[in-house]
DNA sequence: CGGCTGACTGCGA
DNA sequence: TTCGCAGCCAGCC
């Protein structure tokens, strides 16, 4: 681990995979596990890729508010929602239920 | 090789 | 949580 590669993605990878299942996280969580504290967007584009990669639970990783800001991604807008909800994940209207689910990723 | 865009975040109000 | 401003890095044209 802690390989530096400019396999950037392959992090993510990694810890989008590590998420345990019915938890969310936001994608600064995830950079700042990567050590990307500032480059949350990079995180983003990352899953843009992964969510071509199947195995990816990219789903559940949604933004700092709490918003399926991904969802868009994902070829159906509701797929995103309908994955987490179907965790047992908890939604307040448009937004996952942060307090609830919100899950810290560890450095590698 | 240069510039723009982008699944965002943090701070202050 | 929401609104506005600015920063950060990698991929793509």
């Given amino acids: 681990m802690a390989k530096l590669d400019t396999d950037f993605f392959h992090r993510v990878y990694g810890v989008v995979m590590s998420i345990p299942e019915g938890c969310v996280t936001t994608y600064g969580a995830i950079g700042q ?3 990307l504290q500032r480059s949350a967007r990079m995180v983003g ?3 843009a890729s992964l969510v071509d990669d199947p195995g990816v639970p990219c789903h ?3 933004n700092h508010a709490g918003m399926l800001s991904g969802a868009v ?7 995103m929602r309908e994955l987490l909800e179907a965790e047992g994940v908890r ?3 448009e937004r996952v239920d942060m307090k609830r689910h919100f899950w810290q990723p560890e450095v590698e």
């Fill in 33 to 35: 596990a990567l050590g």
């Fill in 45 to 47: 584009h990352a899953l």
């Fill in 60 to 62: 559940r990783v949604v």
């Fill in 73 to 79: 991604h994902f070829g159906t807008p509701t797929l």
């Fill in 91 to 93: 939604f307040k209207g």
